[in-house]
């Protein structure tokens, strides 16, 4: 998992956080990563599981980080996710047009 430290750091220099709001984020990262964490390490959970534990830690830590947030940052916030979900799809769309477009090399004629 990353280190909160650095992710602190660079939310720092994305968001022009003051010392103040850095002094409110770092526990809720710091929270965040060592959930994160726990969910990993669990081999119990199935990967559905895993993948909903871990958008639901996301999803908690960016209602706190909105509570400190200024209106601007909560702006600049809303734009990185929007880019980032985007380039997801777009990422998904080149894995599915790859996979439709490599041959079932695994699958025989049936005679």
Do not use: Y
Not at 32 to 52: G, H, I, N
Not at 72 to 94: D, F, I, V, Y
Request: aromatic content about 2%; charged content about 35%.
């Amino acid at each position: 998992m990353g280190d909160p430290d650095k992710i602190v750091a660079k939310m720092k220099k994305q968001f022009d956080l003051s010392d103040a709001q850095v002094k409110q984020v770092q526990p809720v990262i710091v929270e965040r990563q060592s959930a994160l964490k726990s969910v990993v390490e669990d081999k119990s959970l199935t990967p559905k599981q895993q993948r909903d534990k871990v958008g639901a830690i996301f999803k908690n830590s960016a209602s706190k980080l909105d509570d400190i947030f200024t209106p601007a940052q909560k702006a600049k916030a809303e734009e990185m996710k929007a880019a980032r979900k985007a380039r997801g799809e777009k990422l998904r769309e080149t894995r599915k047009a790859s996979q439709a477009a490599a041959p079932a090399a695994s699958v025989s004629p049936v005679k």
